[in-house]
């Protein structure tokens, strides 16, 4: 009687096969894993800096509307004479938005490009427009800088100050 030999395992050549595709299926996985991270990245910074750049325009708004009396000097800062007679100044200062008494960017950000600007309007109202730029900056997490490069959003407003004449 013949015997029939049977197969236990596989072959060289099966094995290399399983291997490679298996290497290019890993190869693709971790592209797409890499391209999430770095959109992930990118996704916080323009949220960081949106944020940022919010909440001064809206810092110095709220100031401008409820304590300004009037803006004095429009130009690299801007000098406000508020309700109680004393002058506060917003200014970028070593890359960061401030005020006297704060500073209303975070560390991770850096302003560049600051400007203001003070018209007088036909109708008694003052047009104070704010523009700058944030980036962010050296102090930011490693995660962002190796992801982003650099990344930079303007910002730009203009708020009208009732009854005020500049």
Excluded: H
Excluded at 26 to 51: D, N, P, Q, W, Y
Excluded at 132 to 140: R, W
């Amino acid at each position: 009687m013949i015997q029939k030999k049977t197969k236990n395992g596989f072959t060289l050549i099966e094995i290399l096969v399983a291997v490679g595709i298996f290497a290019i299926l890993a190869t693709i996985a971790s592209v797409i894993f890499f391209m999430v991270i770095r959109g992930r990245a990118k996704a916080l910074a323009t949220k960081e800096l949106r944020e940022a750049g919010s909440n001064a325009i809206l810092s110095i708004e709220d100031y401008l509307r409820r304590f300004a009396k009037s803006p004095q000097d429009c130009g690299s800062q801007l000098v406000i004479t508020g309700l109680d007679e004393q002058l506060t100044t917003f200014k970028c200062d070593s890359g960061k938005i401030a005020s006297n008494s704060a500073i209303l960017t975070p560390a991770t950000v850096r302003c560049s490009n600051f400007q203001w600007s003070c018209e007088p309007s036909g109708f008694g109202f003052s047009r104070v427009t704010i523009s700058f730029d944030l980036e962010i900056g050296t102090e930011a997490s490693s995660e962002l800088k190796s992801a982003l490069g650099i990344q930079k959003q303007s910002f730009s407003t203009q708020i009208f100050l009732r009854g005020q004449k500049l």
